[in-house]
């Protein structure tokens, strides 16, 4: 037991001197090391479980930030997933580095104490711990990919364009729990298997979202933006060399659409756009899935000035409270953006805060309350990251006159899906059925060799 002790204290000594060891750590020492944070950074951190995986494993958060234990007004959250499939391990290793270079070097080095003075960052390094364990040290199959029910959990969320009321797996449950918990603005979840910044959307139902193989969100401007901020401070993702799995695919600057690459139902970008207004990204940060040790230090070096560049886009565009006449923040209010329709519309939380993340210009925004005025106004929205702040601009309301009782009707999220499965099972039986199946069919056993 003495050497037991002495020995975690020599390892909690060299890793506090030398840093977090390039290796892959299995569930039970990243436990430790997180709870060792935990220890370490009383201050900056603040480690939670989410839920737990099918085989019973922790799914730990840790949060870093000036308040780790709770929001404040005007500070965005941001969170970090990785390794949601098993086998795709290198988001797991560069999430861990990740905390550890922030947590070393708040207030040493400049960045890092205005990134953590001026967000919340969430990390949760392993969505699928129990794929992770089962998993083959491979670069290209699947093993360990899925939970331990057998079921991919980036095909396992709530889809927009068509109805998968499948059962949902308890790590999805624990992400879709969490996302209640806060309002999250912006995210990215790490995979393997390619190199590439992929957004949303990743489904369509061919409505007037497809335009040119793209599935196109009211946020596509954004959207590109942040997969370009991504890629581009990749040292070499922004090139767009295709792994030799995917010869053929070409990803101009690095970054795709994720429905142009290949259209997917359930997956978790889609699901935090459009039911948690949180933009998020699918990165893909390594051609082999689960590379030699010896390759982590110059994945992280690769990785680290975009997974810095990206947090500091949670600061774009512009935040605020809304409040009613007697200036109380509310709840619910409807944010509007003029010329953006989102699927679901962007509300108020529950300290009446919002948050919109927008590229540098005008945007007339318009604020529904009910039994209030309805509140336009047009603003200068400048670019953010820079100072690490979105532009501050909040709405007072006022109640609406008695004799006009007719409040604005409540919007709801308009879902698709609902009109579209109708035109779908419409489809002319005149489509010659053996093209597709032979298409169908060859997809399924390209992407089941390729998926990442
Ligand atoms: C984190 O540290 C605090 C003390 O600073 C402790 O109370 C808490 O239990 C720790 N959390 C975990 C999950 O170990
Ligand atoms: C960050 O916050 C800490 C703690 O409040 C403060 O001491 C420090 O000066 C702040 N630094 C910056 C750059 O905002
Ligand atoms: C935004 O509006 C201001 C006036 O408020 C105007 O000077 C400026 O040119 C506009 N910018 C753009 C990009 O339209
Ligand atoms: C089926 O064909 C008819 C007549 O050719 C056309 O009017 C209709 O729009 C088609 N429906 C679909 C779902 O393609
Ligand atoms: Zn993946």
């Not at 899925?146 to 624990?174: I, M, T």
Request: one cysteine or more; charged letters at 20%.
């Amino acid at each position: 037991m003495l050497v037991f002790t002495l020995c975690l204290y020599l390892w909690s000594w060299l890793s506090s001197i030398h840093g977090l060891e390039f290796r892959y750590h299995n569930s039970v020492e990243m436990e430790q090391y997180l709870k060792d944070i935990n220890r370490t950074y009383p201050e900056i951190t603040h480690l939670h479980s989410i839920g737990q995986s099918v085989e019973g494993r922790e799914l730990w958060v840790l949060i870093l930030g000036q308040h780790p234990r709770e929001h404040r007004t005007g500070i965005p959250e941001f969170k970090y997933v990785g390794n949601m499939h098993g086998n795709e391990v290198v988001g797991r290793v560069l999430l861990l580095q990740l905390i550890d270079y922030l947590t070393s070097r708040y207030l040493k080095d400049p960045l890092v104490t205005r990134m953590l003075n001026s967000s919340r960052v969430h990390i949760l390094p392993s969505m699928n711990p129990d794929g992770f364990e089962s998993s083959a040290r491979d670069c290209i199959y699947a093993v360990g990919r899925y939970n331990k029910n057998g079921v991919d959990l980036n095909r396992n969320f709530p889809d927009a364009f068509e109805s998968n009321e499948e059962e949902r797996e308890k790590e999805v449950r624990a992400v879709m729990d969490w996302l209640k918990t806060e309002t999250f603005v912006l995210s990215a979840n790490l995979h393997g298997g390619a190199v590439v910044a992929s957004y949303p959307y990743d489904n369509s139902n061919k409505g007037s979202e497809l335009q040119g193989g793209k599935s196109i969100s009211p946020d596509d401007d954004v959207f590109f933006h942040l997969a370009r901020t991504y890629s581009f401070s990749h040292t070499e993702m922004h090139n767009g060399d295709s792994c030799t799995d995917f010869v053929g695919t070409e990803f101009v600057d690095g970054i795709t659409n994720g429905y142009h690459w290949y259209p997917l139902s359930g997956g978790m970008q889609d699901y935090n756009y459009v039911w948690a207004q949180c933009l998020e990204l699918t990165l893909e940060i390594s051609c082999c899935k689960f590379p030699p040790e010896k390759q982590l230090p110059g994945l992280w070096e690769a990785n680290r000035p975009a997974l810095l560049a990206y947090m500091q886009q949670v600061h774009l565009g512009v935040k605020g409270v809304v409040m009613d006449s007697y200036g109380k923040p509310v709840q619910n209010a409807v944010v509007e953006v003029a010329g953006r329709k989102n699927l679901c519309p962007f509300r108020t939380d529950r300290n009446g805060e919002y948050y919109r993340l927008l590229l540098p210009g005008n945007y007339t925004i318009t604020v529904t309350y009910p039994g209030h005025k309805t509140l336009t106004q047009t603003i200068k929205v400048p670019y953010g990251p820079d100072s690490f702040s979105a532009l501050t601009h909040n709405f007072l309301l006022q109640q609406s006159d008695k004799s006009s009782t007719v409040s604005p009707s409540p919007q709801y999220c308009t879902t698709p899906h609902l009109e579209n499965t109708a035109t779908g099972l419409m489809m002319n039986n005149s489509t010659p059925l053996l093209p597709s199946v032979i298409t169908a069919l060859t997809l399924f056993i390209l992407q089941r060799l390729l998926q990442s």
